[in-house]
């Protein structure tokens, strides 16, 4: 019987993925170095590109810097309240600095492999996260990333080759939020080929979404007339987007790629 | 006892995350609908932006349209001795078509879209791989994804706003390969700001892999004097890269990125 204990208490359940919430509130509680640690052994078993492994994170504990890396996240008070910050970054310097001490010549500066190692690094990013909420820590995802690359690459001084390009706050769970809705999976998956979508198809797909109180409120709220205009008018607006992808690119080009 | 094994065949080992393999060579056993069902509503509860969720994964079954994938995919096998390839698409297509709808202007067709879109599909790409895994499917990446995009958005007539970004082979495993090395912890985790690497730092992060025997053999087989050579002169050459960036960009373009 304890033995039986012993290896569920070891596993997940399945069920884990399915269930699981975004995490916006923590303890007031460490998470140790070993168990992080044990978690980032997990993270960097993900896929990665000809085993290149072209990442690197940046582990923020200190208080003063989660300050600083604060308003590159648009202030959201995750950043300043959870234990530990994570800049997951794209890392082509290791690699490249490897190859210049072994008489190669590395060819990773340009496009191609800054999306390679976008790659690379967020499947290390997901599997961490996953592994993380097996252990029963929370985690959030701050999109806020790629809105303010700079200003992270200036506060974590971060070099050329280097680029971040996802961020997760990390910390034991001091809420336990009610799970958001999610699209139905036939207004996802296509089979065989891309099936576009017909207005009837759209109507069918974010009926739920629609139907949801939350997101009435949101309309009422924001003085919209449907929940589309509070992303597009408010949240997610065409001229910032426009704005972040010129000063995305420029700090790409500054970064050498 | 019973009871018991029902909980924990239910559940994943933790450690599966850390003894995870590539599986490249696949039974001639379908997988079911059901089952891939299943694991994409697993996926689909990653975090997304603004719970958006702007992907769409296709999935190819069918010989012929495996078949016409193949040479996208630079002939590797898995591509028609899969049962399963699945896409993995950035799509704002979708939700700009329900934006149109409900008298809202999109304004996601630009970079910092695509790579928003870029970091949700990829963790819902990765959490369905850790869902197959944890059911004992075994899985492989194709990095030839962002290689050859055009030919992929032909194959599976992708429309604009969707773009590839991550193949994925799903099927139940054939072999049991060894499992293969990684860079130590100390090489990719930095605490507090980025530590750059000096010269002694690279010797001592890439030593364990420069050891193995299998690595020697690459540079023997491949005629080089180091194994940062068979990255640079063979697998990912400087030149290939950099045509491959611009093939990458005029087909983002060309979707309406």
Redesign the interface.
Known sequence: ?LF?YY??A??????N????R?IRKYQKKDVSTDLL?DL???A????T?????I????????EE?KAKLSPAHFNQPMVKEAPIVLTF?I?L???S???D????????N????F??G??DT??A???F???AE??GLG???L?TT??NPQMIIDI????KL?FP??TVTVGWPAENPAQ????P?E????????H??T?KD??R??LYKESLASNKQFIIENDK?????V???V?????D??A??EI??QAMKKQGF
Request: charged letters at 25%.
């Open positions: 019987m039986f290896i569920c070891k596993q997940v359940r399945m069920d993925l399915k269930n699981r975004t640690n980032f052994e997990s960097f078993r993900a896929s590109v000809g085993n290149m492994q990442y690197s994170v940046i582990v923020t504990r200190d810097r970054c890392d310097r290791r690699f600095k490897w190859c001490q072994r008489e190669a010549v590395p060819g990773y340009n496009f191609e492999w999306m390679t976008a790659v967020l499947l990013a997901q599997t996260c996953v592994a097996t252990r985690i959030c995802y999109g790629t809105y974590l001084e971060l070099p280097v390009i996802a958001v809705d999610r699209l999976l207004g996802i998956v296509h089979n065989e080929i891309y576009d979508y207005s759209i109507d797909i974010y007339k449907t929940l589309a205009q992303f597009t008018d949240r997610y607006k065409k001229e987007s426009e972040m992808s995305l690119w």
